[in-house]
């Protein structure tokens, strides 16, 4: 169901090929022409496999119409986050394509099947406290930067400053409104005590009032207020109950496909050495409809709150309007101001245009913690527990004061006139110096660099720039000179999520067959294993192959990398 981008001849249609960036690797399907339903053969361009040197790598998939002599068009694209797939089991995934990933109407769907295998899965959850590497691409051609850049960022380059950027940063944060309110309103509910919870006794589950949260915010404040010195621990604990809390309701949420994994299934992961998540079977459309029901009412609570907060708004409005009208001190007798027009907007567009990118940035973060999406919230989970407890349990407060205490001593103290003397008086004259000789002749600070230190540190960053130089010619030696930054954390304004005709099924392997398990025919596999731009060595960078030499089945000839 793919749009026509070729309308210009008659019986023309659509030459679609897919683009497929992950990690340091760029690969594409064959063109298949002149179809709006596209579907690639087992036995021609379509399955790869790609090493995982981070768990939370984004998987970039673009449809694109090919062109041979003009730019390829892009159709819609997909940022798929792989960390919530669990292994050992084949995903058929059904994603809606959009354009660019800030709009709400698609421009096709995209069918694929993805499976994840770990060889230490243990030390794939150890990765995840760990930040992701920064991964480059680099391409020969500008065809192919074009495809490269639409799949990491889209249309519109929102690093640039432009009108269009500063216009969809504004559009993001307005569209965070309602998850404002839809907060408020679980806040409010805590205040109110209305919490409850399913309780099951033999087949038979009953909902009982327990307001958990709000006992526990309780029990926080007047600790706050009864034993001031706990504050600390009091702030670790109150920040991992609110991920605890926030994976709780997200690993049980109705769809499979927005369910995050859960932290006791993380932790036995890290302990075990394996997942114990058991087989995982997904039907299409399963739970479609308790899913639609939950978001339903997630909209009304956001709305409800929306319309009171407008409300007490509009309410304050028309009492300061009626005050206004009894107070002649509010009565314009003055000259007013001339507008001057939005002509501002040009001399400080950057401005805006890095205000609202920050902005944006960190409330992705925060978003993607708060979801349990990406690495921070599991790590930032354990590491506040971990500190509450310590601080609980050992002397830390006493510590803290002996630390602040030495730190007040030796930079507020009478020792700073040591300082002032040896160290601060040859470059910073006292006051009466001045009065003799009030004269600046500027800051003479060349004599520090001369130290040895610095000299070892000047010497050291030398290197390093040299070595940067080097692989940045060895990758364009062996990829291209064109290059591409691949983003580590998705910041789409819409994350994309498998529609709910998507399904799982478990996976045995090749050798192993049993009812209701998937595979393919070992007849018409065609695996092509992409070792990506990964470069090793100093002098001399050569490429990493295969770190699997079963898995290196790029056959000669076959043309995967070309756009």
């Known amino acids: 169901n793919l749009p026509n981008m070729d309308i210009g001849a008659a019986n023309d249609f659509t030459d679609a090929f897919v683009g497929i960036v992950f990690e340091d690797t760029m690969v594409r399907t064959n063109v ?94 150890k990765m995840s406290f760990v930040s992701p590497p920064r991964f480059l691409i680099n391409v020969e051609t500008k065809k192919a930067l074009d495809v490269l850049r639409y799949l990491c960022r889209g249309p519109i380059n929102k690093e640039a400053v432009s009108l269009d950027s500063v216009s969809l940063y504004a559009e993001e944060l307005m569209s965070y409104g309602d998850v404002y309110f839809y907060v408020l309103d679980v806040v409010w509910g805590i205040l109110l005590w209305r919490g409850r919870a ?28 009864e034993t001031p010195r706990n504050i600390p621990p009091i702030i670790c604990f109150s920040i991992a109950w609110l991920l605890l809390s926030l994976n709780f309701h997200g690993s049980r949420h109705p769809s499979a496909w927005r369910r995050c994994k859960s932290v006791d299934e993380l932790n036995k992961v890290m302990m075990v050495g394996e997942s114990r998540h058991g087989t995982i079977r997904i039907k299409p459309n399963e739970f479609k409809n308790e899913a639609q029901l939950r978001d339903k009412l997630d909209d009304v609570k956001a709305k409800r709150m929306k319309g009171l907060f407008f409300e007490l708004i509009r309410t304050g409005l028309k009492v300061r309007k009626v005050y206004s009208k009894t107070n002649m001190e509010n009565i314009a007798i003055n000259t007013q101001d001339e507008a001057r027009g939005w002509k501002f907007l040009k001399t400080y567009l950057y401005y805006i245009h890095t205000m609202l990118a920050s902005l944006c940035t960190y409330l992705n973060m925060f978003r993607n913690t708060m979801n349990w999406r990406g690495y921070l919230a599991h790590q930032l989970t354990l590491y506040t527990v971990t500190l509450g407890v310590a601080w609980v349990l050992l002397p830390i407060d006493y510590l803290v004061c002996w630390v602040l205490r030495i730190l ?88 994309c999520v498998p529609l709910p005709s998507s399904s799982a099924e478990p996976y045995a392997g090749d050798d192993e067959k049993s009812d209701g398990f998937v595979d393919i025919p070992t007849k018409q596999k065609r695996w092509r294993y992409i070792p990506g731009q990964r470069l090793d060595g100093h002098m001399i960078h050569r490429l990493v192959r295969s770190i699997n030499k079963d898995m290196d089945s790029t056959q000669e000839g076959d043309d995967v990398n070309t756009f």
């Open 408 to 495: 007040v001593w030796t930079f507020l103290g009478p020792g700073m006139k040591l300082v002032d003397i040896f160290m601060f008086h040859p470059y910073y004259a006292t006051r009466e110096e001045l009065e003799a000789n009030p004269k600046f002749e500027g800051w003479n600070l060349e004599k520090l660099l001369d130290s040895e230190a610095l000299e070892k540190m000047g010497e050291a960053a030398r290197l390093a720039g040299e070595e940067a130089l080097k692989l940045k010619d060895m990758r364009s030696y062996h990829f291209g000179e064109l290059s591409q930054l691949i983003p580590s954390s998705d910041s789409s304004r819409f994350p």
């Open 32 to 125: 298949i022409f002149n179809d709006l339903d596209p579907k690639w053969v087992p036995w021609g361009s379509r399955a790869f496999a790609f090493n995982v040197r981070h768990p939370s790598s984004l998987l970039l998939i673009g449809v694109f119409d090919y062109d041979l002599l003009t730019e390829h068009d892009p159709i819609g694209r997909v940022v798929i986050s792989t960390e919530n797939f669990a292994s050992n089991t084949s995903y058929l995934l059904n994603y809606n394509l959009y354009q660019d990933t800030h709009q709400k109407e698609a421009a096709g769907t995209i069918t694929i099947r993805l499976r994840i295998e770990w060889v230490n899965e243990a030390e794939a959850v």
């Open 198 to 225: 399913d309780i099951k006794i033999g087949k038979k589950t009953f909902n009982i009032w327990f307001p958990v949260h709000s006992m526990f915010v309780f029990t926080m404040a007047v600790l706050v207020i």
